[in-house]
């Protein structure tokens, strides 16, 4: 009970936050939830089964092409759009995952790094039908929800917020239920998973698959607040983000990835403000981080102080 | 009818023959003993037998089911559960985590609070639930590990040297531990200390060189020629 008031907590502060906070702040914080709700995602395959996947930029970006192609071509409203966005990003991590794992550590790292690698090409590659490196710009019909604008500050963060608060919300569910525990054991000690009657393959494909709809549904929202598609989100650093989210806050715990994803976005502000080389800055602090908090900000706070923390 | 049965199995790395063409019986509600000396093919025989490494000839059945090309995790489900020789517990999840994984992956998952707590009395760790399984006592961890065969529900229970590291008193107890067990579970055993064989087996099956020297009851064992020669020294 104490961990849903926590949860239910956390969710009330940030939506008091971007209703209260100037209109600067209120775009931020709809950016920073839409990129928690993929770092969720991925924490759900990094942090808690210890899929360390280099490629989750492939389900990001599968959806936010389901989503973002037939609102483009053929005029989809946003809803069906994030369905499908929703759809994409499973169906692809369905795909890659019967194939990626069937390798393990470092292969399974190689391999998703290819698969995300050759579907960026891939964007690149039909850019007539994807609009290659410079993107797209959704149709404005097509960025309406229950009859609102999600151009406008107030509702954009209210359909950022719905959307992490949903992911949040079933990610505690399902991390405390049966196979959430199935899926911390697989991180712990595969081979003992597997002697306790545990399928280890099937498993880590209903975890990848989930992962890949969270990551799906974020990429499908990001183009649809923000109005814009392309293939740079299929790149490399879109597959490093959440990772790198999910370290700082604390890989493994539900809250990691929102608070890993706020602290980075506000950073990197900072950084960029003070000097041209910004990233010189961010690459310290996590290398800080790395050698002084190896689990996280959350992380440290289960070991120290609150053992249960989920 | 045995309950688990292997014909001619076989297992060879490289050159080694580890397990070569090796008959075997477990009887319904027997505890049976597999020794052998260092090498014998005792540790191949049961990967086999629960299927973590794939036979490359011969068949094993579980009551009367073919199960040799099955993968390990679902010879599980069907009630042939495994205890590791090296405690393999997870030190990170809680006493009752760690139980109710088993009970999850076993051939009756229920109600898991009741059959955790049930599995937990069973070896005597009852109440320990909440600890932390990495912070318990070398011998707890045995313990544990034993919980956590029994709470799969098994038909056939494969202990791994169980007594190994365990104190002198801790062996009292396990002895009284397995021969609770029977007859609702069939036990195989691999055992080093021959006390606790000759106390509980009912059979014993000898292996050497990955192949059956003899088999037959504690006594007969004991007064059998061949196997004073290879194996008791005496």
Known sequence: MRAWAVHLAVLAALLAAGLLLPGYHTTNLARILVLATFAAGYNLAFGYTGLLSLGHAMFFAAGMYAAALPAWHWGWPAAPALLAGTAGGALMALATGALALRTAGVSFMIVTLMFAQAFALAILYFNGWTGGDEGFVIPSASRHLFGTSLAADTPRFLAAWSLFALGLLLSLALVRSRFGRVMVALRENEERARMLGINPFAAKLKVLVISGAWSGAAGAAYALLFGYAGGSFAGIQYSILPMLYVLLGGAGTTLGAVLGAGLMFYLTEFASSVTSAWLFLVGLVLVVLVLFAPKGILGWVRARLWRELP | ?234
Do not use: C, W
């Open chain 2, 1 to 234: 009818m045995s309950l688990l049965s292997a014909r001619g199995l076989t297992r060879h790395f490289g050159g080694i023959r580890a397990v070569d063409g090796v008959d075997f019986d477990l009887e319904p509600g027997e505890i049976h003993a597999l020794i052998g000396p260092n090498g014998a093919g005792k540790t191949t025989l049961v990967s086999l037998l629960s299927g973590r490494i794939p036979a490359q000839a011969g068949t094993i059945t579980l009551a009367g089911e073919d199960i040799t090309r099955l993968p390990a995790h679902a010879r599980v489900r069907r009630g042939l559960a495994y205890t590791f020789q090296i405690t393999s517990i997870f030190p990170g999840l809680t006493v009752f985590d760690n139980v109710a994984l088993a009970v999850q992956g076993g051939r009756q998952p229920g109600a898991l609070g009741p059959t955790v707590e049930a599995a937990l009395a069973r070896v005597g760790l009852q109440g320990m639930g909440a600890e932390v399984a990495g912070t318990l006592s070398y011998g707890h961890q045995r313990l544990l590990e034993l919980a956590m065969g029994l709470a799969l529900a098994p038909r056939v229970l494969i202990l791994d040297e169980p007594t190994q590291g365990l104190a002198a008193g801790e062996i009292e107890g396990f002895k009284a531990l397995v021969r609770g067990l029977v007859p609702q579970v069939a036990v195989l055993l691999i055992e080093h200390n021959m006390e606790v064989v000759m106390d509980l087996a009912t059979r014993i099956t000898v292996l050497t060189s990955g192949r059956v020297l003899a088999r037959g009851t504690p006594a007969e064992i004991r007064a059998d020629k061949a196997v004073q020669e290879a194996y008791l020294g005496a």
